[in-house]
Nanobody, 124 residues
Framework: QLQASGGGLVQAGGSLRLSCAAS????????MGWFRQAPGKEREFVAT????????AYSESVKGRFTISRDNAKNTVYLQMNSLKPEDTAVYYC???????????????????WGQGTEVTVSS
């Protein structure tokens, strides 16, 4: 089970840190991802991190502004979002799938578990 939190209302240029807490003892053997869905749009990939934290990938729209990280001791994955823009407004979802290889996963269809979403609103 995944529980996302940390969303809210922020002005353009501001920052937020999202958290996704996982229950269960196998979190460290999962690749994790963040996706987002804006009103009227499809859910899109934002960032992903492999099981160890040694590999990450980002969408072009957030590269250089967002950072994904994880703390396996706390069963938590984070998304630090800086220099936020109004177009970052969306519901953000965390997702996970079992994987102990060194790769990351950018396809939403590959994920097995999803959190409930946390809403981020960036005002101009």
């Amino acid at each position: 089970q995944l529980q996302a939190s940390g969303g809210g209302l922020v002005q353009a240029g501001g920052s937020l840190r999202l958290s996704c807490a996982a229950s269960g003892r196998t979190f460290s053997s999962h690749v994790m991802g963040w996706f987002r869905q804006a009103p009227g749009k499809e859910r899109e990939f934002v960032a992903t991190i492999n099981w160890s934290g040694s590999g990450t990938a980002y969408s072009e729209s957030v590269k250089g502004r967002f950072t994904i990280s994880r703390d396996n001791a706390k069963n938590t994955v984070y998304l630090q979002m800086n220099s936020l823009k109004p177009e970052d407004t969306a519901v953000y979802y965390c997702a996970g799938r079992p994987s102990t290889d060194w790769g990351v996963e950018m396809s939403r269809r590959a994920y097995d578990y999803w959190g409930q979403g946390t809403e981020v609103t960036v005002s101009s």
